[in-house]
């Protein structure tokens, strides 16, 4: 997990680009009724990816800018309230506070989605936005609780690992009195 706002900062990022990139894919999908031909979701095409690269590579701003002011500690409050760390399972620590985000970033996400692709792009009236954001969030809830449990979040986690596990380790092995304060 990252200790220094460096490495928050890279998390954070890595984490809100993975959950864009799927959701875009989801929904581009949808947008071009592949859910509804035969065969579904397995139909997907090159196009897809692309198309869905290009929005995320905004949307995955909003995702990052949302979830530091307030996804992510409204995601925190909800695990400290359901789980006790020094009890229970950390894995199951874990889970709750990702779907405690989930279940702030995903209302947020949807309404900023509603906004920019349905009333501004899509120029839909401003008095039918509370019926668009509850039909996104009704679309997108499910995928982006199942996407940041077993795609997003183990994605992000190793990848975030893998950058920065020799930092991590080296310095524990030049100073081991930092482990024994970790461990204790």
């Known amino acids: 997990m990252p200790r220094t706002k460096f490495q928050k900062i890279v998390f954070g990022l890595l984490m809100s680009y993975s959950m864009a990139y799927g959701m875009e894919v989801y929904n581009v999908s949808i947008k071009h009724g592949i859910n509804l031909s035969e065969g579904g979701f397995s139909n997907l095409t ?3 990816f ?3 690269l290009i929005e995320a590579l905004y949307m995955g701003v909003l995702v990052f800018i949302f979830s530091n002011l307030w996804g992510n ?4 409050r909800f695990a400290k309230r359901y789980t006790n760390p020094e009890k229970d399972n ?3 620590c874990r889970i709750m506070r990702q779907a405690g985000t989930v279940a702030v970033m995903c209302p947020t996400m949807s309404l900023a989605a509603s906004i920019l692709f349905n009333i501004i792009l899509g120029g839909s009236s401003l008095l039918s936005l509370p019926a668009i954001w509850i039909g ?3 679309k997108n809830f499910p995928m982006a609780f199942f ?3 077993f795609a997003a979040a183990p994605f992000t986690n190793k990848v975030f690992g893998l950058l920065f596990r020799n930092r991590t380790e080296k310095s524990y092995s030049e100073n081991p009195s930092k482990i024994k304060g970790k461990l204790a």
């Open 50 to 52: 692309l198309e869905a």
């Open 147 to 149: 996407w940041n449990m």
């Open 136 to 138: 996104t969030l009704i």
């Open 73 to 76: 500690r409204l995601g925190a």
């Open 46 to 48: 090159g196009n897809i």
């Open 90 to 92: 950390p894995y199951f």
